[in-house]
């Protein structure tokens, strides 16, 4: 059973940045791609970025395209969330999950979660 822990989340100035990390633990995730979503109170949980198990490929949702990077690093099983130049839009619980489609921005096709970390971009 491969589970997902997320950590890195916290409190951030407008312009700040944050590091994300999704430990993965379990059996192996070859083959299968990582993807971040975030939700904020009262609305839907939204694609941000997937990388695909070799980290060679990327894919990020507009809004964060040139501020979010996700890199890979397969040896210590970990996925990473660089965040730039944040905003308070970008204030949120994020989730890494697995999927074995690509690319996807379905959370549909992602079958495991983590719990989630959370995000504050405010003065």
């Known amino acids: 059973q491969v589970q997902l822990l997320e950590s890195g989340g916290g409190l951030v100035q407008p312009g700040g940045s944050l590091r994300l990390s999704c430990a993965t633990s379990?059996?192996?995730?070859?083959?299968?791609?990582v993807g971040w979503f975030r939700q904020s109170p009262g609305k839907e949980r939204e694609f941000v970025c997937a990388i695909n198990w070799n980290g060679i490929a990327t894919y990020y949702t507009e809004s964060v395209k040139g501020r979010f990077t996700v890199s890979r690093e397969i040896a210590k099983n970990t996925v990473f969330l660089q965040m730039n130049s944040l905003k308070p839009d970008d204030t949120a619980v994020y989730f890494c999950?697995?999927?074995?489609?690509?690319?996807?921005?379905?959370?549909?096709?992602?079958?495991?979660w983590g719990q989630g970390t959370q995000v504050t971009v405010s003065s």
């Open positions: 999950a697995l999927s074995s489609k690509w690319p996807s921005t379905n959370l549909n096709d992602y079958n495991i």
């Open positions: 379990g059996r192996s995730v070859i083959g299968t791609l």
